[in-house]
């Protein structure tokens, strides 16, 4: 009986991979037609285990290969060397990887080299510049060119495939950031206490940490914050820092110790989402969270110049600003004193999904494998 069972590797290692995966984990784990296997790179350690410790996910293998600072060398033959070694001991059916990380782009990799058949959870998004974002372009083009099954969030994500000249194995699923998110929403209650949030004040969300903003684009947000913050003195501004040192480093002697801006560690993605929904304004890099923002009904303004998820933008949920700093500023106090605006931008459909792509996803693998 076990041995017709459908083995599936699932292989993940940083935050926002984990979010996406696990809800992906618990659903397959259901299905007794197959063999789930969670493999962590652990790329990400504490934001990480954060994830895993919330969908009470025990993976079957983790290879814990962060370091601190790590570069993308050191960090790419580990992964490649040791998923090898799982890989060549497990012998999946089908290894499924996640978007756009060195762990996604490396283990795809790895895969192929191993003959293993790919599942490509995140399909399809592209920016079509291979330096923005960085190196996530290129680990997306690797892990589409090899992979047998692209679950794509998107109508658009679908066609940048064909376009490509792939045809078969692909499945428009949804974002399976939605079925994260919505199963927090309803299942998981906190309190936002321990950040001291000054109930009169309007709350502006800030998250940053893509490398090609590290440096100057990363100040220029800063200083941002900093004009917006002496003109507003209805806002309070929160940033959970991401626990990369560039970002850290960069931020801190601008922002810290400036009244009615909080400098926060990271938070687990229960408080993360409550905190999101009390927003007024969402300013952020990050890619899952404005797949996540419009569904809260928050406005997203994108500190970035090119965007893999034009979608949100058509929807209109979401606007891309960049990282000039006049620019930012301009466009969040439009923001602040355009109700209009403000009330167009937060009535937007979530285009990323029903809450459904791991069912979708679950039902393409059997089809696949039938
Ligand atoms: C990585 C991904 C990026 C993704 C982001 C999500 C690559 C190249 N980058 O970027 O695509 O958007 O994760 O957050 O795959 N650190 C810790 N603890 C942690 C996590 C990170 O201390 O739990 C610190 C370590 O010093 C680590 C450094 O952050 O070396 C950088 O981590 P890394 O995964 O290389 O890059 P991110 O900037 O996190
Ligand atoms: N997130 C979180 N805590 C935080 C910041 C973000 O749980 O302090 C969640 C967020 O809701 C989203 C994911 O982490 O689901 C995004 O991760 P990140 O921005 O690090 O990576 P990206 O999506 O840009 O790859």
Request: proline residues 5%; aromatic residues 8%.
């Amino acid at each position: 009986m076990n041995s017709k069972k459908i083995k599936i590797a699932l292989v993940f290692g940083t935050r926002p991979e984990a979010i996406k995966m696990c809800p992906l984990v618990k659903k397959l784990k259901n299905n007794d037609k197959f063999e789930v296997l969670t493999i962590v790179t652990a790329q990400h350690r504490q934001m990480l285990d954060s994830v895993l410790e919330l969908f009470e996910i025990k993976p079957d293998y983790d290879l814990n290969l962060m370091r601190p600072n790590q570069n993308l060398w050191d960090l790419s033959s580990d992964i490649l060397l040791k998923t090898k070694q799982v890989f060549e001991k497990e012998n999946p059916d089908l290894v499924l990887v996640h978007g756009d990380t060195t762990t996604a782009g490396i283990s795809a990799l790895s895969a192929f080299y191993s003959r293993i058949k790919i599942g490509h959870v995140e399909a399809g998004l592209r920016t079509f510049d291979k330096d923005y974002p960085f190196p996530e372009e290129i680990n997306r083009v690797i892990v589409d060119s090899v992979s047998d099954l692209m679950f794509c969030p998107t109508d658009k994500a679908c066609e940048n495939i064909k376009k490509s000249g792939i045809q078969k194995g692909i499945y428009k699923t949804g974002n399976t950031v939605i079925d994260a998110l919505l199963y927090v929403i309803k299942n998981k209650k906190t309190d936002l206490d321990f950040i001291n949030l000054n109930p009169d004040l309007k709350t502006i969300l800030l998250t940053s940490h893509r490398r090609e903003n590290f440096g100057k684009p990363l100040e220029n947000i800063c200083f941002a914050i900093k004009e917006l913050i002496e003109k507003n003195k209805d806002i309070q501004i929160v940033y959970p820092l991401h626990l990369n040192p560039n970002v850290r480093n960069t931020v801190k002697p601008i922002l810290e110790n400036i009244e009615r801006v909080k400098l926060i560690e990271p938070l687990d993605y229960i408080p993360f989402c409550n905190l999101m929904k009390k927003s007024h304004i969402i300013l952020t890099d990050s890619g899952g969270v404005q797949e996540e923002a419009p569904t809260l009904g928050i406005p997203v303004l994108v500190l970035r110049d090119e965007t893999e998820r034009p979608e949100a933008i058509e929807y209109g949920g979401v606007k891309l600003v960049g990282t000039n700093k006049e620019k930012i500023v301009s466009t969040v106090q439009n923001l602040l004193d355009n109700k209009n605006e403000y009330e167009k931008m937060s009535k937007a459909i979530n285009p990323y999904g029903d809450g459904f792509a791991c069912d979708y996803i679950e039902k393409a693998i059997l089809e696949y494998f039938n």
